[in-house]
C-alpha cells in the first residue's frame, strides 16, 4: 500500500486511535451509568419515590452522552498519531516530516519519502496489533455486575409501586375536584348574589377549593367535600325558608277582598298581573267610603308588620311603600301615587323571589355535582377497606343529593296518595259530668276524609256530649271538607254512674243534627292560619327557637310541598 502524503498515511491512525478511544470511553461511562442506574432503582425500594426508574434511565443515558462528549473533545489529532507511529519503531521519522512539510529542500524531500515507505509498512502490518483497547478485567467485571443488578432491579416488582400509582391516582382524582370547584365558583363570581345565604356558599366554596389544593390524598378530599356539603345545605334550607317566608307573606295578602287578586298575581310571580291587579285596586280604592279606606289602611299596616321578601333591599323597599300607602288612605290622601310605588316595590320583590328560586336551583345542582363527583372514589375507598364519612356510606346524604340533582326524586314522588275516610273515636268522661273532648283519630286522605264521630257521656248537672273533633288522616291536601247536612242517628242513652258528689240530676240528651259544613281550598284555609300566626308571631315575645318551631311546622304543612 503506497500513501501519497503524510496527512493520506496518518488517517487510519486516527481512525484506529479513535475506535481504541471510544471502546474505552464508552466502557468508563458504561460503567458510572450503571452504578447511578442502579443507586436510583435502590433507593426506589427503600422510599417512596416517585420517578425512580425515569431517574434511573436518565442517568445511564446522561453517562453515555458524557462518554461521547469526552471522546468528541479529546479526539486524536495528526501529531497523535504521528507520535504513536514513531513510538513503535519509527523513531521520530514522522514528527521530523511534519515539521518539514512544506518545503520544497532535497532534504525535506528525501525525510517524506523515508517517513512515507516505513509509515505504509507500520501501517500495512503492526497497526491492528499494537494499537489495542486497554479493557482490563477489573473494569469489565464491574460493569457485568452492575448490568446483572440492574436487570434484577426491573423484573423483580417494587411493593412501593402499587402504593405511588394509588397515590398517582389520588392526586389526579383530588386535582379534578378541585378543577371542578373552581369552576363553580367561577360561576357564582361571575353573577355574584345578594342573598346572605348566597354569599356564605360562596365563601365556603372558596374554602373548599383552597383546601383541596392542600390535600394530599383522597380519603382527606373526601372529608373536605363533606363538609362543604353540609355547609352547603345549610346554605340551601336557609334559602328554601327565606322563599317559604315570602309566599306565606303573599299567601297573607290575600285574606283581604281588596288584594286578594294582587296577592295571586304576586304568588304566581308574574309582572303584567302585577301591573294589572295594581291599577285595579286604584279605580276601587277611589270608590271606597273613608270607612273602608280606614280597613284597607289597617290591613296594609299589618302586611307592612309582616313584610317578606328575598332580599333584604326588596323587603325593605316593600314595607315603606305599603306603609306610605296606607298613610295615604288614612290622612284622606289620593292614594294613586302611592299605589303606583307599591306596584314597583311588588314588581321589585317577585323578581327577587324569582332570583333566589334559581340561584337555589342553582346551587341544589352544584351541590349534587359535587356528590355525584366524589361517589365513586368514596365506594372504591370503602372497597379497599377505608372507612369515607357517614355521608358517603350506601343510601347515605350525598347519594341522596346525587339522586335529587338526577332527578330520581321527581319519579319517587309520583305516586298518589290515598287513603279510607278517617273514623274517629272521642274519649268519654264519666262520673264528673264534663263532656268528652278528646278528637277522634284516622287514617285518610285530609281532604276527602269523612270527619270521624265521637260519643262521650257523664253523669252529673250536664249530660254527656259528643266529641267535637273529627278524624285526622295523611294524604293529599285537596279541599278540607266539612259534613253536608244530615239527620243525627246515635241512640240516647242514660249514664247512671256515681254522679261524684254533685248532687244534680241527670239529663238526657236527644239526637243532635249535624252542622251544615262547607268546602274550602286547603290553600286558603293555609294561608289564613299561616298569616294570623306569623301577625301573632309578631306581636308577641317568644323566645327565638319557639318562634322558628311555630314558622318550620307551618313549612312543613304548606300546599303542594
Known amino acids: 500500500m503506497k ?35 442502579c443507586l436510583w432503582m435502590g433507593l426506589g425500594r427503600l422510599f417512596l419515590m416517585n420517578g425512580y426508574r425515569l431517574g434511573a434511565m436518565i442517568s445511564l443515558s446522561a453517562a453515555f452522552a458524557g462518554g461521547g462528549i469526552w471522546l468528541f473533545v479529546r479526539r486524536p489529532n495528526v501529531l497523535d498519531a504521528a507520535k504513536l507511529l514513531d513510538e513503535n519503531g ?12 512544506g518545503q520544497a529542500s532535497r532534504m525535506a524531500e528525501l525525510q517524506k519519502q523515508d517517513a512515507l515507505e516505513k509509515g505504509a509498512y507500520f501501517v500495512e502490518t503492526q497497526l491492528q496489533h499494537i494499537v489495542q483497547p486497554r479493557l482490563g478485567r477489573k473494569q469489565l467485571l464491574v460493569g457485568g455486575s452492575l448490568f446483572a443488578v440492574l436487570v434484577l432491579f426491573l423484573l423483580v416488582p417494587n411493593s412501593h409501586d402499587a402504593i405511588l400509582k394509588q397515590a398517582g391516582k389520588d392526586k389526579a382524582w383530588v386535582q379534578n375536584q378541585k378543577e371542578q370547584a373552581d369552576e363553580l365558583l367561577k360561576q357564582w363570581q361571575a353573577k355574584p348574589s345578594p342573598l346572605p345565604a348566597m354569599k356564605q356558599m360562596t365563601e365556603d366554596l372558596k374554602e373548599l377549593e383552597r383546601r383541596l389544593g392542600q390535600t394530599p390524598t383522597s380519603a382527606k378530599a373526601l372529608d373536605e367535600l363533606e363538609k362543604a356539603l353540609k355547609k352547603m345545605e345549610a346554605g ?3 334559602l328554601e325558608k327565606q322563599k317559604q317566608r315570602s309566599e306565606q307573606w303573599a299567601e297573607s295578602m290575600q285574606r283581604t277582598q281588596a288584594l286578594r287578586e294582587l296577592g295571586k298575581a304576586l304568588q304566581q310571580r308574574s309582572p303584567e298581573s302585577i301591573q294589572r291587579e295594581a291599577v285595579k285596586l ?8 273613608p270607612e273602608q279606606k280606614q280597613l284597607l289602611a ?3 299596616e299589618r302586611l307592612a308588620a309582616s313584610a317578606a321578601a328575598a332580599t333584604p333591599e326588596a323587603e325593605q323597599l316593600l314595607r315603606e311603600q305599603l306603609q306610605q300607602t296606607a298613610s295615604a288612605l288614612r290622612s284622606g290622601e289620593d292614594a294613586a301615587p302611592q299605589l303606583s310605588r307599591l306596584q314597583a316595590g311588588l314588581t321589585a320583590a317577585s323578581a327577587a323571589q324569582q332570583a333566589l328560586e334559581q340561584q337555589q336551583a342553582q346551587a341544589a345542582k352544584a351541590a349534587a355535582s359535587l356528590a355525584a363527583g366524589a361517589l365513586p372514589q368514596a365506594r372504591e375507598l370503602a372497597a379497599s377497606g377505608a372507612q369515607p364519612g357517614q355521608a358517603w356510606a350506601p343510601g347515605g346524604r350525598a347519594e341522596q343529593l346525587a339522586a335529587a340533582g338526577s332527578g330520581a326524586a321527581a319519579s319517587a314522588s309520583a305516586a298518589p296518595n290515598a287513603g279510607a275516610a278517617g273514623q274517629g273515636q272521642s274519649g268519654a268522661a264519666a262520673g264528673s259530668g264534663a263532656a268528652g273532648e278528646v278528637p277522634g283519630r284516622g287514617g285518610g286522605t285530609q281532604g276527602s276524609g269523612a270527619a270521624g264521630s265521637g260519643a262521650g257521656g257523664g253523669s252529673g248537672a250536664v249530660g254527656g256530649a259528643g266529641g267535637t273533633q273529627g278524624g285526622t288522616g295523611a294524604g293529599s291536601r285537596g279541599l278540607v271538607t266539612t259534613p253536608r247536612e244530615r239527620s243525627g242517628t246515635g241512640g240516647t242513652f242514660v249514664d247512671s254512674g256515681p254522679t261524684a258528689g254533685s248532687g244534680g240530676e241527670v239529663s238526657q240528651g236527644g239526637a243532635a243534627p249535624a252542622m251544615d259544613g262547607a268546602s274550602r281550598p286547603y290553600e286558603d284555609v293555609y294561608a289564613d292560619y299561616a298569616a294570623e300566626a306569623s301577625s301573632a308571631l309578631n306581636r308577641s315575645e317568644l323566645p327565638q327557637h ?16
Open 298 to 300: 289597617s290591613e296594609l
Open 236 to 238: 340551601i334550607s336557609e
Open 282 to 289: 286604584s279605580e276601587q280604592v277611589q270608590k271606597l267610603t
Open 546 to 561: 319557639m318562634q322558628n318551631l311555630v314558622r318550620d311546622y307551618f313549612l312543613e304543612i304548606q300546599p303542594q310541598r
Open 90 to 101: 519509527l523513531e521520530d521519522r514522522i514528527t521530523t516530516a511534519l515539521l518539514y512539510k
Open 3 to 37: 500513501f501519497s502524503s503524510l496527512d493520506e498515511l496518518l488517517i487510519p491512525v486516527k481512525w484506529r486511535l479513535l475506535q481504541v478511544k471510544g471502546m474505552e470511553f464508552m466502557l468508563r461511562s458504561l460503567i458510572v451509568g450503571l452504578g447511578l442506574a
